[in-house]
């Protein structure tokens, strides 16, 4: 059997680093599986022994407000139908914002775990502000720095105790 788990979130909070950051150990990068992957990469890696797939999402954002909207919320569809476990991703230096909760909305109306990843918690100062991400009510919520990988070890325990 195997296990995915997508990394979902708006642009630029941090996705291709976490993403990155899980590929270093095995790099594994599997390439053009449907030949849409210019929205998408996939990879395999493992952690405490267990081997799963991973789907870095919002790779082509088109900049067009409108387009853009339609196309992350196709991107988070996608990934919610792809995926057993999502990590959703937000931002600790920038709070939350109006597409966060959009996304959050979406992602309610799964029935698939997710994993509230708060990233860029670099810093104590960081952990105080990112304490605004409880009002969002996810029952599993971390707080990562994907750049120096603090908290990526908790999050991915979690993960990879459903498998
Ligand atoms: P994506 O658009 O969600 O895939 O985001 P990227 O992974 O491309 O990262 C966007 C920017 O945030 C880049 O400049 C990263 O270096 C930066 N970044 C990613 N993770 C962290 C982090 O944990 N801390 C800080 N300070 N910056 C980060
Ligand atoms: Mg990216």
Redesign the pocket.
């Known amino acids: 059997m195997s296990f995915t788990v997508a990394i979902v ?12 950051r899980l590929l270093e150990q095995r790099k594994a990068i599997v390439d053009d599986i449907s030949g849409v992957t210019r929205d998408r990469q996939y990879g395999v890696t493992d952690w405490n022994g267990k081997t799963f797939n991973v789907i ?1 999402t ?1 790779g082509f954002v088109p900049d067009t407000e409108d387009i853009f909207e339609t196309e992350i919320r196709k991107q988070v569809r996608i990934a919610i139908d792809e995926a057993d476990a999502l990590i959703f ?1 937000t ?1 600790a ?1 920038i709070g939350i914002t109006e597409l966060d909760e959009s996304m959050v909305t979406l992602l309610r109306r799964s029935d698939k775990p997710v994993y509230l990843a708060v ?4 810093n104590n100062q960081r952990l105080f502000d990112a304490s605004e991400f409880y009002s969002m009510g996810f029952e599993h919520i971390y707080f ?5 990988g603090s908290g990526t070890g908790e999050i991915l325990d979690a993960i990879t105790s459903l498998i």
């Not at 990233?119 to 670099?122: I, R």
């Not at 990562?144 to 120096?148: G, K, L, N, V, Y």
């Open positions: 979130g708006r642009p630029n909070v941090g996705k291709s680093t976490l993403f990155n870095d919002g991703m931002d230096a990233n860029k918690v670099d990562i720095s994907s750049m120096t």
